[in-house]
């Protein structure tokens, strides 16, 4: 299913996709995120993609990249697409309402996680406003590494209701 762009759902991602704005955004929403250093270096309607590099701040005692430090470039991969669908419309909240990990490899140098899946996304906020109820969807960002393994794959159950 290919989604299409609304105005406001491009001009979000014109926002987030230039590195100045997107660091602002995260100092002010997600300062974890952005002391972390995450990147968003791809979003489109179907799929963003977020990158996190292993450093002093993201380190644990085994030399390669936390858990939770994985698990919040994950979860932005996934969140930038939910927040980018919601522009088109009324205002809906979101919320992670599950999140489930497999570690593959250690993650050390420079980790992509990628989230394809824009449509699903889309499909539920849609849902959630032609309804009025909540919709859940299970989105799933897969992290490599430079060579191209697969060092992580994240599940993230997103809920979404739309306000009154």
């Known amino acids: 299913m290919t989604v299409t762009d609304s105005p406001q759902a491009a001009a979000f991602r014109r926002q987030v996709l230039n590195p100045m704005k997107l660091r602002l955004f995260m100092l002010q929403k997600l300062p974890m995120a952005w002391l972390a250093g995450l990147r968003l270096t791809q979003l489109t309607s179907e799929q963003a993609t977020v990158t996190i590099r292993f450093k002093y701040l993201t380190q644990n005692p085994f030399r390669s990249i936390y858990f939770a430090c994985l698990a919040m470039a994950a979860e932005l991969a996934s969140g930038m697409q939910a927040m980018m669908h ?79």
């Open 86 to 164: 919601v522009q088109a419309g009324g205002p809906v909240s979101m919320l992670v309402v599950k999140l489930e990990g497999d570690f593959t490899k250690k993650a050390v140098g420079l980790i992509s996680f990628t989230c394809p899946d824009g449509p699903r996304i889309a499909q539920a906020i849609a849902e959630s406003r032609t309804t009025g109820e909540g919709r859940t969807v299970e989105c799933t960002s897969t992290g490599v590494d430079e060579a191209g393994d697969v060092v992580a794959t994240f599940r993230l159950t997103w809920s979404f209701r739309a306000k009154r």
